[in-house]
């Protein structure tokens, strides 16, 4: 089991900077995949990065890619996600969650999952 809090979230400018955090409990922190993930009001939940359970490899939605960085800290317990230049259509609430199968970012694979923090961008 594996519990998850996230928390960072808030209200930015279009062009701002957030980071995210996601505190994980339990021991098995590391056997973990992370994922971020974010839902807009109306929308489904969306893959926005991952970062295997090393920390080595990262990956990225294509409408973040250059702008955000996602980054693990195993003896912390902890995974971040650092957003920069933020968009409006950035705007969602932003999950992290975990999982100990597969190789898919997909939604469906990720067991473990936190409440969500908000993050709104003004134009």
């Known amino acids: 089991q594996v519990q998850l809090v996230e928390s960072g979230g808030g209200l930015v400018q279009a062009g701002d900077s957030l980071r995210l955090s996601c505190a994980a409990s339990?021991?098995?922190?590391?056997?973990?995949?992370m994922g971020w993930f974010r839902q807009a009001p109306g929308e489904e939940r969306k893959f926005v990065a991952g970062i295997s359970w090393s920390g080595v490899s990262t990956y990225y939605a294509d409408s973040v890619k250059g702008r955000f960085t996602i980054s693990r800290d195993n003896a912390k317990n902890t995974v971040y996600l650092q957003m920069n230049s933020l968009k409006p259509e950035d705007t969602a609430v932003y999950h992290c969650a975990a999982t100990g199968r597969g190789s898919s970012w997909s939604p469906t694979i990720f067991d473990y999952w936190g409440q969500g923090t908000q993050v709104t961008v003004s134009s």
């Open positions: 339990g021991r098995t922190f590391s056997m973990y995949r």
